[in-house]
């Protein structure tokens, strides 16, 4: 771990980070890194805005497999660069209909498990756009910002610190039926806290439904050094087993696994093609360039239930 403002040399072959699903402490290296600034630099390279693709370090564990990002900024610093990152609505609409296509599909899955409207926690909501598609009234939003509360939809969105709000009254103990993280446990830097926070919220048995990468997926194995999930952004590159194991580790029994696409529109995806082989930019989107496609990414959502 650094001291926040620098990235460790890039000549390390083996690290002492101990490891989210084992605790083993060596670890080789799989990925070297492409970005060598600071943390004060590193908003630009983080989300759709992104400059460039950039990662730091990327580690293979020697025991289990697990790969992940070592080493990384401090959890103050991840704070802080989240709070500069331009904020959701100043991009452009297409966006829009993208989230919506995904959140369609990633809803008709939800109700395959939970077809009745029960209680439940959108974790990491954004600007609530699952809450608004999934049309219940029963959601509740969680985002990281100042604290406060307001509404996407129907649906309240409390906003705040996760392990403040989590233990407040303001999300009771075993008070959701279900849950979903969407594209968000990747990016934790205090992973293990945040979802013994969310088992704590949902009742017995209730259900998670969370999307992360997954580095044994055929993207990610064809296009190795490439693969466009490898960003500065993300800590934790699960696979099945490893999803599982570390879940398991939280009181989570896994259900099943799947792939899911991610819908984006086709400038976004040229300007990701396009900084993947190296070169710098960002999307502008046209007509034709804001259709929305289903990528295959090589994400994957896992179901997990929650051990009584």
């Known amino acids: ?47 759709a805005h992104r400059a460039a693709t950039a990662r730091g370090d990327i580690v293979r564990c020697r025991q289990c497999g697990f790969v992940f990002t070592s080493p990384r900024f401090s959890d103050d610093d991840y704070d802080r660069i989240y709070k500069a ?79 403040v709000v989590a233990a407040s009254p303001a999300l009771r103990e075993a008070s959701f039926d279900f849950a979903v993280a969407f594209d968000v446990l990747e990016h934790l830097p205090r992973i293990e806290r945040d979802v013994a926070a969310i088992r704590r919220v949902l009742k017995p048995n209730g259900l998670l439904f969370a999307t992360v990468p997954n580095i044994r997926s055929w993207v990610a194995r064809a296009m190795g050094s490439r693969w466009n999930m490898l960003l500065l952004e993300h800590l934790w590159y699960f696979n099945p087993e490893t999803f599982s194991e570390f879940m398991a580790r939280q009181g989570f029994t896994l259900l099943e696994t799947r792939a899911v696409p991610f819908d984006a529109p086709l400038a976004h995806l040229f300007t990701r093609l396009a900084q993947t082989f190296g070169m710098k930019g960002q999307f502008s989107a046209g007509p034709v360039s804001r259709l929305v496609v289903p990528v295959p990414a090589g994400l994957m959502l896992g179901v997990f239930r929650s051990r009584q």
């Open 1 to 47: 771990m650094t001291d926040g403002s620098q990235l460790l040399p890039r000549n390390t072959k083996t690290t002492m980070d101990e490891c989210l699903v084992c605790n083993a402490v060596e670890h080789d290296l799989r990925f070297s890194a492409t970005f060598a600034g600071t943390a004060a630099d590193a908003h630009d390279y983080f989300l």
């Open 85 to 163: 990152v331009p904020r959701p609505e100043l991009l452009d609409a297409s966006f829009t209909a993208a989230k919506s296509a995904r959140f369609k599909r990633l809803s008709r899955i939800v109700r395959e498990f939970q077809p009745s409207p029960v209680p439940f926690l959108d974790f990491g909501c954004g600007d609530g756009s699952f809450l608004r598609e999934f049309g219940s009234a029963a959601g509740t939003g969680f985002e990281i910002g100042p604290s406060g509360r307001h509404k996407a939809g129907p649906c309240d969105v409390i906003t705040g610190d996760w392990a």
